[in-house]
């Protein structure tokens, strides 16, 4: 199968992962239905020519983004923190006030209505699992439509497309690039944001491997996707370099991609990927066995997709006690795979754990400090990946 993004032909196999959930940031009403969810096989390869990764057996039948799906990471402060600080970057390098800012994959719409309200813009935001509602409030508006993109209805001359978090998700994303085109005003500019998957490799951080993910990002796949249709592109890195955000200005001619090609450094992470994967699993994997064996409870904090994996791969042999996340709306649902009942936080309160292993290192003072305001003492362990 030839690169998504560049066509080249002779993929390298890369990293393996058998039987994990087909949807990682659905959960269930029941316990019953979380161990129903199909389980599938995802095996990455790379392209030898622009580095991206790609799963060559992802299948979209069985995936619905629908209204179950989601994971919003707006409960976190840092995770705020993060989404105010490209809000204000945008205000700062583009005049937006009364233009019409296009979100795809709006979410909540948090982050658009951050946008329009710091800028002045119109914004109109499409999810499949979005609130539908209209609101007036500021100097622009804010539509969210629910559905699927594109539109079947209208056409909208978006001087800015944000697309955060979706680009992973489409297998083909020459077509997606192309769908997004007939959205975008002459002069419009696109924003994407990816988890980065030079952060990835070189963390070794198998919790980003998930099967809605059929793509990951490194700087030059991604720059190269753009730069191939005529785009002027700038990258940086976001969130503690787990993200990779590109700014995509539409120019008349078609560059070839001049982004930096991919450093010895990433071409060594990616190679020895696989390797370094085995063993991080089977090292998760003896620790769960061993804290069971000396009768210690652990809890997973964290129940996005990092999360989900992490139960689903460690749970052969060993059993973690507890799942725990601050998001409200996941209280009293259930995991995909192993079926697990995510708690608040204050439950550890009366079902005390010997450790909390938090599922993204960059939350790690964030969970102590939260524990600590509640009272709770136990080892908190950040793990990598
Ligand atoms: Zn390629």
Redesign the pocket.
Request: charged content about 25%; proline content about 5%; aromatic content about 6%.
């Given at each position: 199968m030839s690169?998504p993004?560049?066509?080249?032909t002779g993929a390298s196999p890369l990293f393996r992962l058998d039987r994990v959930p087909a949807l990682c940031n659905s959960l269930f009403d029941s316990a019953g239905d979380a161990g129903e969810v199909p389980l599938v096989d995802i095996d990455l390869v790379a392209?030898p020519?622009?580095?991206?990764i790609w799963n060559r057996l992802f299948e979209a039948t069985g995936i619905d983004y629908g209204a179950d799906y989601g994971n919003p990471l707006e409960c976190s402060a840092i995770f705020r923190e993060h989404r105010d600080r490209l809000v204000e970057r945008l205000a700062r390098e583009l005049a937006l006030e009364g233009k019409t800012v296009l979100e795809v994959g709006c979410g909540d719409g948090a982050f658009l209505r951050a946008l329009c309200r710091a800028t002045g813009a119109d914004g109109v935001g499409v999810d499949p699992s979005c609130v539908p509602q209209v609101e007036n409030r500021g100097p622009g508006t804010i539509r969210l439509i629910r559905g699927e993109y594109p539109l079947r209805s209208e056409s909208i001359a978006a001087d800015l497309i944000c697309c955060r978090h979706v680009l992973e998700h489409m297998p083909n994303p020459r077509e997606f690039l192309e769908t997004l085109e007939n959205d975008l005003a002459p002069h419009g500019r696109i924003l994407i944001e990816v988890p980065n998957a030079e952060h990835m490799l070189e963390v070794c951080s198998i919790g980003d491997v998930i099967h809605e993910h059929c793509l990951y990002f490194a700087r030059f796949?991604l720059a190269a996707l753009f730069e191939s249709r005529g785009y002027r592109v700038e990258l940086s890195e976001g969130f503690g370099r787990q993200f990779l955000v590109l700014a995509a200005e539409r120019i008349r001619s078609r560059e070839e991609a001049r982004s930096a090609a991919p450093t010895p450094e990433l071409i060594e992470a990616t190679s020895s990927f696989g390797a370094r994967a085995k063993e991080r699993l089977r090292g998760w994997r003896q620790r769960v066995a061993d804290a069971n064996r000396a009768g210690q409870h652990l809890a997973v904090w964290g129940i996005g997709s990092k999360g989900v994996t992490f139960l689903n791969l460690v749970n052969d042999g060993g059993r973690i006690a507890e799942a725990v996340d601050i998001n409200p709306d996941k209280e009293g649902r259930f995991v995909p795979g192993t079926g697990h009942e995510v708690r608040s936080p204050r439950w550890l309160r009366e079902h005390p754990v010997d450790t909390v292993l938090v599922m993204n290192q960059r939350y790690v003072g964030e969970v102590e400090a939260e524990l600590r305001s509640l009272g709770v003492s136990c080892a908190v362990d950040g793990v990598l990946g």
């Amino acid at each position: 199968m030839s690169c998504p993004v560049c066509g080249a032909t002779g993929a390298s196999p890369l990293f393996r992962l058998d039987r994990v959930p087909a949807l990682c940031n659905s959960l269930f009403d029941s316990a019953g239905d979380a161990g129903e969810v199909p389980l599938v096989d995802i095996d990455l390869v790379a392209c030898p020519s622009c580095g991206l990764i790609w799963n060559r057996l992802f299948e979209a039948t069985g995936i619905d983004y629908g209204a179950d799906y989601g994971n919003p990471l707006e409960c976190s402060a840092i995770f705020r923190e993060h989404r105010d600080r490209l809000v204000e970057r945008l205000a700062r390098e583009l005049a937006l006030e009364g233009k019409t800012v296009l979100e795809v994959g709006c979410g909540d719409g948090a982050f658009l209505r951050a946008l329009c309200r710091a800028t002045g813009a119109d914004g109109v935001g499409v999810d499949p699992s979005c609130v539908p509602q209209v609101e007036n409030r500021g100097p622009g508006t804010i539509r969210l439509i629910r559905g699927e993109y594109p539109l079947r209805s209208e056409s909208i001359a978006a001087d800015l497309i944000c697309c955060r978090h979706v680009l992973e998700h489409m297998p083909n994303p020459r077509e997606f690039l192309e769908t997004l085109e007939n959205d975008l005003a002459p002069h419009g500019r696109i924003l994407i944001e990816v988890p980065n998957a030079e952060h990835m490799l070189e963390v070794c951080s198998i919790g980003d491997v998930i099967h809605e993910h059929c793509l990951y990002f490194a700087r030059f796949p991604l720059a190269a996707l753009f730069e191939s249709r005529g785009y002027r592109v700038e990258l940086s890195e976001g969130f503690g370099r787990q993200f990779l955000v590109l700014a995509a200005e539409r120019i008349r001619s078609r560059e070839e991609a001049r982004s930096a090609a991919p450093t010895p450094e990433l071409i060594e992470a990616t190679s020895s990927f696989g390797a370094r994967a085995k063993e991080r699993l089977r090292g998760w994997r003896q620790r769960v066995a061993d804290a069971n064996r000396a009768g210690q409870h652990l809890a997973v904090w964290g129940i996005g997709s990092k999360g989900v994996t992490f139960l689903n791969l460690v749970n052969d042999g060993g059993r973690i006690a507890e799942a725990v996340d601050i998001n409200p709306d996941k209280e009293g649902r259930f995991v995909p795979g192993t079926g697990h009942e995510v708690r608040s936080p204050r439950w550890l309160r009366e079902h005390p754990v010997d450790t909390v292993l938090v599922m993204n290192q960059r939350y790690v003072g964030e969970v102590e400090a939260e524990l600590r305001s509640l009272g709770v003492s136990c080892a908190v362990d950040g793990v990598l990946g």
